[in-house]
Nanobody, 119 residues
């Protein structure tokens, strides 16, 4: 199983970025997938996740109304559209796939993509 994240970069406050995470090696549409972020002085936190298609996405409070997560099961890809970015959104963003089966549980992680919000 491989997760390949991309789309990070430098953006000014108020700007937008879209992160992508392509998943290979597994039935993508059978599991929950989402995004976490981490800065050097904080623990990794969950940003948003989308359960199996059809379920309601979830967002951490600080990004509600600004970020939108979506998944394209045909492309095995999850996206995070980030609008109205703030300096406090600066972090390394990681995509996460939660594989849960009877008797088996494992999280897979992408390599991380850096988002810097600064003027």
């Amino acid at each position: 199983v491989q997760l390949q994240a991309s789309g990070g970069g430098l953006v000014q406050p108020g700007g937008s970025l879209t992160l992508s995470c392509a998943v290979s090696g597994i039935d993508f549409d059978a599991y929950e997938i989402g995004w976490y972020r981490q800065t050097p002085d904080k623990e990794r936190e969950g940003v948003s996740c989308v359960p199996i298609s059809g379920d309601t996405p979830r967002y951490t409070k600080s990004v509600k109304g600004r970020f939108t997560i979506s998944r394209d099961n045909a492309k095995n890809t999850v996206y995070l559209q980030m609008n109205s970015l703030k300096p406090e959104d600066t972090a390394v963003y990681y995509c996460n796939l939660k594989v849960r089966r009877p008797g088996y549980a494992r999280d897979y992680w992408g390599q991380g993509t850096l988002v810097t919000v600064s003027s």
